[in-house]
């Protein structure tokens, strides 16, 4: 089973940046896709980024648009979200997806893998 561990969670003033990594034990390459969810109490997990990396597209939340980037490692078993200008309303515990064979990123049924999740609190 691939394993999945996130760091670089934190807390951060509104309109600060954070990047979180997404170590995997297993070539990010090799995925169908790789995701970040986030999830706030009480709410449902919900799809932030994804990264198809056999054509490198990504797809974003409407609500991280223009502000978070997705993208993959030099040494290709790590995947970032970068977050730029946070807003309190991003606060959430974060958590690294993967998809190993087929199919799409979407709901919570079509991943393989999960990360611990790790905690982003920002400010205002």
């Known amino acids: 089973e691939v394993q999945l561990v996130e760091s670089g969670g934190g807390s951060v003033q509104a309109g600060g940046s954070l990047r979180l990594s997404c170590a995997a034990s297993?070539?990010?390459?090799?995925?169908?896709?790789m995701a970040w969810f986030r999830q706030t109490p009480g709410k449902e997990r919900e799809r932030v980024a994804v990264?198809?990396?056999?054509?490198?597209?990504?797809i974003y939340a409407d609500s991280v648009k223009g502000r978070f980037t997705i993208f993959e490692g030099n040494t290709k078993n790590t995947v970032y979200l970068q977050m730029n200008s946070l807003e309190p309303e991003d606060t959430a515990v974060y958590y690294c997806?993967?998809?190993?064979?087929?199919?799409?990123?979407?709901?919570?049924?079509?991943?393989?893998?999960w990360g611990q999740g790790t905690q982003v609190t920002v400010s205002s």
């Open positions: 990264l198809y990396p056999s054509d490198g597209s990504t």
């Open positions: 297993a070539y990010t390459a090799t995925s169908r896709c």
């Open positions: 997806a993967a998809r190993w064979s087929g199919g799409f990123c979407t709901t919570l049924g079509t991943i393989s893998s």
